[in-house]
């Protein structure tokens, strides 16, 4: 049988069907999808994804929290504690202070608008 062009039809079919690696990944594709969109709507995390949850960890964590909180604190932890909450002071201190210039220059026409 040939087509209207003179071609064989078979010739024609071969051309327009894709290689079966093209296939493969195409539904591995779409398959990958409908888990992420499954996981999005359920809130549950996919088996062996990162986000697993990790009962062991989960409870060294609390114990963690729970020494922090109740005193029970190396002194090189208590310094770097110290440490951090300055480092987090001073930025504060800078925001406020960029802060207060940038309302100083909209009120002199300055800022961007």
Known sequence: MRTAAGAPAAVLEK???MPWFAWVAIIAILV???LMVFSMVTGKAIPGS???ADPKEL???KKRIEALESGQVKPEV???IDRLEARVEK???RDNEHEAWERKA???G???E
């Open 78 to 80: 208590e310094r770097r």
């Open 32 to 34: 990958w999808g409908g």
């Open 91 to 93: 930025r504060e201190l």
């Open 15 to 17: 051309e327009n069907t």
């Open 106 to 108: 909209k009120e002199l």
């Open 110 to 112: 300055l800022g961007d």
């Open 50 to 52: 990162d986000n697993d």
């Open 59 to 61: 409870e060294s964590l």
